[in-house]
């Protein structure tokens, strides 16, 4: 079958197919999921158990290493982590990259944690698996209400959350920042002591009366009527009417009298939430899978427009993290990217091919991108920063088959064949070696889309889009192109077949030149050789780095205060930097530049309001706060003068300020993972490390992950006098944690809420330490009390705050921030040589990785060179096939290495780095000089074989021919890639910069240095 011919023949057909293609594109185009970032699976799930007040090292021994075990039989873990803190144990299972399908994995670790319930002591709570760990929500909404209670501030965002979650792209709403209510019943430890009543009497006689029980059911003839005793608390006053038994007597009391009882809310706070430093809450919103996230955002708004006018005044709501509107700006920034880039190339195309033939390759640019767009849609491909920047990587490269096509057409139409017969003749010639061409650019990303990293699986859709493109490209070039070429355009027959060409003062300048090169081959070779080392040198000399920041208009701020600290002081701290920032840094009439607005999360990282960011656990020490400004020019000075600060008014907190990232999220990008089994040997060791990373130039915010060792206060029973004073171990426990943090004693349910209460001492007793010798023990059984003192000894040791583990080993994570000055890897490449030398000073068993940048960017290039001997093996498969020559297939891979020299020109002078986008560009650079030596050496094939030229002749001759679709090409990829390098940002400068520079100078090499390599390898000598 000849497509060909069949579309020259049925040209309205093909005419309304090709419309056809393009309107359903454009339609496509419209309705399909729209997002910033492809996105990656986040491949951890969190094992969560309470222990409560067991001691971080208890909670290792206990909890932690029975969970970590179970789950290191899971075959698919790539690492287990843990966290044990003071009544908690948190085990990350982290799985490896090569696997997608998350589900069953889950649902394994669920069975194997189900396995250990029973093992863990008693007193352990049930854990907790959460594998909605990397669930994203990419709006937040922040509500303040002025004058409202906590409570009432809640019910409107519960109010608010169900109208969200009816919005058709809502998948999930939560609420951050609500404090729950408890009911606290606070007694006098003294008073309840002189009546020998204990809390656990308390609780029986509470939970006794506020029941919801069935009292059975009365048969009446032919009814059933139920009965329902009463007796469940109607009100908190309900509570205080309770009697309450007084042990040894017939008299009873009401628990008022025994107690104050209040409605109030948890103590202490868990987290709290504020709002340009005003109390609030935050309302969280995730899309639905497949979802379209600019709809999302139109529904929210709706939404919020409405219910603005339905709530108070006072009642406000912002948006402070809204993705929606970061999508659009920048999908509309990469469509005007790629739209300046076309009309760019066409004007190109129509100054250099003429009006005619110009138009006709100009064409195959939109059908291209549209029919490459309609065919994403079918594969459920998003339209996102990467997809957009594939579509321009691949636009250089799809004008060359239309380029190739049309000027050999037209050559043959010049020799005097008629339009129709040069078109299925040019189609029967390049019909392969185009294919093979589009085959082996598309084959060169291969290794990016079977990468098994999180890097390879954020960039995948680079491979599927210019192969997509490419193929549309070749479709096109075979059935629209010839079509156009046919009824358009126009020659004058020279009826001469042994004339070149092409003629001009170029062409007879470059076939000298050509000549002396050939006769010169091996001072040719040489000097090629030479460049090759200068250019590997000389990359020595750029900046490496992985994954510039992404160019968001917010930024991060993590404070962190030394562990153990309360809730109330982090609050404090955080309030009085947000003063600053309201007062020194927000927008107001005198300051146009500057902070637009904040959300601070106290005690949680927050939503994952990004993929890349990873909220920390609650933590009473730790605070977030996001940060918008009103330019990207401005983010360094601002974050510059928050740290600055920070670090002059408050000594004891750790600051880090980061900027959103791109790829897979940091926490540090310098981190150095010490493992051992001693605690002390290892912070020994940190200690060093430490001290070695303040003498290096360029790092900052230097901290350990394990922190401070705290204070604990310990309760040693004697067991001999609590025997004699008639109290039990359990017994001095649950008085303990009744007087100083609380027993729940039953539920109070009001409607759909169900509310704890809590029985406690008064304050007076619960915050003073000075109190604790005489803190009443009771008998749970009898209500007969003893002093603390008189039955166990009160002292005050030092232990970890956090006992964290990898592969259950004890790992301590040294991590900084770097400046301005300096790069992750040229700290990397400061401390590791120490870190060896050091090392065989350490005790067996005590080792050191690599963290941070150098992590994530060793597991990115370690994926894809695993792949890479595929791409190879299919590029090498399609060449010798191609060409049925292993010679001619070596010829065409040693255009790769001539382009890298040209990247570090481009590199060294448009003053960039080196990092996974500027390998994307060797690879997309790789893929169009491979498609140069394609044609070109086809075409002395051509010219030797068929034409009858000498072996010598048919190169000069056909690299005349091949000269102009190379140089085209070049000019159109050139020149569509700088709209890119101007408005893509600093993730896709390097990228572009490394195409531009390596195909000017690999264009130059192809043209002189390819004919010479051909020529040598097959042993073609000058004529005489």
Request: negative net charge.
């Amino acid at each position: 079958m000849n497509l060909t011919r069949i579309a020259i023949e049925n040209n309205r057909t093909t005419l309304m197919a090709m419309i056809a293609i393009l309107m359903f594109g454009l339609m496509a185009y419209k309705t399909m999921p729209k997002d910033y970032d492809p996105g990656f699976i986040i491949r951890t799930a969190q094992v969560i158990t309470y222990f409560p007040g067991a001691s971080p090292q208890r909670v290792e021994e206990l909890v932690t290493d029975k969970i970590e075990k179970v789950i290191q039989e899971i075959p698919e873990l790539d690492f287990v982590s843990s966290e044990s803190r003071t009544g908690v144990s948190i085990v990350s299972a982290n799985i490896k990259e090569s696997y997608k399908e998350m589900r069953p994995i889950w649902d394994n670790l669920r069975r194997k944690i189900e396995t250990v319930e029973g093992d863990l002591p008693d007193g352990a709570q049930t854990p907790i698996v959460n594998d909605e760990f990397g669930d994203v929500f990419g709006i937040v909404i922040g509500m303040t209400a002025e004058g409202f209670t906590y409570r009432e501030m809640k019910d409107i965002a519960e109010q608010v959350k169900d109208e969200l979650l009816h919005l058709p792209e809502a998948a999930k709403v939560d609420i951050f920042g609500a404090q729950d209510e408890r009911i606290y019943i606070e007694f006098d430890n003294a008073r309840l002591a002189e009546l020998g009543i204990s809390p656990s009497q308390i609780s029986d006689q509470l939970s006794s009366q506020n029941i919801i029980s069935s009292g059975g059911a009365i048969n009446l003839t032919r009814e059933r009527i139920s009965v329902e005793p009463s007796g469940n608390f109607e009100s908190v006053a309900d509570i205080g009417e309770t009697l309450i038994q007084i042990p040894g007597s017939d008299s009873v009391q009401f628990l008022r009298e025994l107690a104050s009882i209040k409605r109030s809310y948890i103590d202490p706070a868990k987290t709290m939430v504020s709002l340009n430093g005003e109390r609030g809450l935050s309302i969280a919103i995730s899309m639905r899978q497949g979802g379209n996230n600019i709809v999302l955002g139109e529904q929210v708004n709706e939404t919020l427009a409405r219910l603005q006018q339905v709530y108070p005044i006072g009642v406000e709501f912002s948006l402070v993290s809204f993705m929606p509107q970061e999508v659009e700006e920048k999908v509309n920034d990469f469509a005007e990217n790629l739209i300046q880039a076309v009309a760019v190339v066409t004007l190109v195309m129509l100054l250099t091919l003429g009006l005619r033939t110009g138009l006709i390759v100009a064409a195959l640019i939109p059908a291209s991108m549209i029919s490459g767009i309609l065919l994403m849609s079918f594969f459920n491909i998003s339209v996102d920063q990467i997809s957009l920047a594939a579509l321009i990587i691949s636009l250089g490269m799809l004008v060359d088959n239309g380029i190739v096509m049309s000027e050999s057409i037209l050559v043959q139409m010049e020799k005097g064949k008629k339009a129709f017969n040069a078109a299925i003749d040019s189609a029967a010639e390049l019909k392969t070696p185009l294919l093979v061409s589009s085959l082996t650019t598309a084959a060169a990303f291969l290794p990016i889309f079977l990468a098994e990293s999180a890097t390879g699986e954020y960039t995948a859709s680079l491979f599927k889009v210019v192969t997509i493109t490419l193929l549309c490209s070749w479709a096109i070039s075979m059935t629209i192109i010839p079509m156009l070429c046919v009824y358009f355009l126009k020659v004058k027959n020279k009826n001469d077949d042994s004339a070149p060409a092409e003629e001009g003062v170029f062409y007879s300048y470059y076939q000298d030149l050509l000549r002396t090169l050939l006769r010169y081959r091996l001072s040719t070779i040489g000097v090629t050789v030479v460049l090759f080392f200068v250019a590997i040198q000389g990359l020595g000399l750029v900046p490496k780095l992985f994954f510039p920041p992404s160019d968001r208009t917010y930024f991060k701020v993590e404070l962190e205060l030394p562990i153990g600290t309360k809730i109330e002081e982090t609050q404090r701290v955080t309030q009085l930097l947000e003063s600053y920032i309201g007062n020194e840094l927000a927008v107001n009439e005198e300051r146009s530049e500057g902070v637009t607005n904040w959300i601070s999360y106290v005690g949680s990282g927050g939503p994952r309001f990004l993929l890349t960011h990873g909220p920390k656990p609650s933590s009473s020490y730790y605070a977030l706060l996001v940060v918008n400004v009103t330019s990207l020019d401005i983010i360094d000075s601002v974050m510059g003068d928050i740290e600055r600060h920070a670090l002059a008014n408050y000594p004891d907190l750790l600051v880090k300020l980061r900027k959103i990232e791109n790829g897979s999220p940091i926490e540090n990008p310098v981190e150095i993972r010490l493992k051992g089994k001693d605690k002390d040997i290892l912070f020994a060791i940190v200690d060093s490390i430490k001290q070695q990373m303040a003498v290096t130039a360029g790092l900052k915010s230097i901290s350990d992950d394990w922190g401070l060792p705290i204070k604990k206060v310990v309760v040693e029973i004697n067991q001999t006098r609590a025997r004699r004073a008639g109290v039990t171990s359990k017994d001095i426990a649950v008085s303990l944690q009744t007087e100083l943090s609380g027993m729940e004693l039953t539920q109070y349910r009001e409607g759909d809420e169900v509310i704890p209460i809590i029985m406690r001492s008064t304050a007076a007793d619960r915050q003073d330490i000075g109190k604790l010798e005489s803190l009443a023990v009771y008998s749970q059984s009898s209500g007969f009390s003893v002093p603390l003192r008189q039955v166990a000894d009160i002292s005050v040791v030092w232990e970890p705050a956090n006992i964290l583990r990898r592969d259950r080993f004890k790992t301590v994570t040294v991590g900084a921030q770097i400046d301005d000055s300096i790069t992750a890897n040229e700290a990397f490449a400061d401390l590791t040589p120490w870190l060896a030398s050091q090392q065989e000073k350490w005790p067996f068993g005590y080792s050191y990785e690599l963290g941070g940048e150098a992590e994530s960017s060793g597991k990115a290039n370690e994926s894809i060179a695993e792949k890479l001997p595929i791409a190879v093996l299919i590029i090498v498969l399609l060449l010798v096939s191609q060409f049925n020559s292993i010679r001619k297939a070596t010829i065409i891979l040693l255009t790769i290495p001539l382009g890298l020299i040209g990247v570090v020109v481009g590199l060294l002078a448009g003053q960039s780095f080196f990092g996974f986008m500027t390998l994307l560009g060797i690879v997309s650079l790789a893929g169009i000089v491979i498609n140069n030596a394609i044609v070109l050496l086809e075409r002395i094939k051509i010219e030797h074989e068929d034409n009858g030229l000498s072996h010598f002749e048919a190169i000069v001759v056909a690299a005349k021919m091949r000269a102009r679709p190379i140089l085209l090409t070049t000019a159109t990829t050139v020149f569509g890639l700088i709209p890119l390098y101007l408005g893509g940002g600093e993730m896709w400068e390097p990228m572009a910069l490394a195409i531009i520079g390596g195909l000017l100078i690999s264009t130059l090499l192809t043209l002189c240095v390819i004919p010479v390599i051909y020529a040598l390898l097959f042993g073609v000598k000058p004529a005489n």
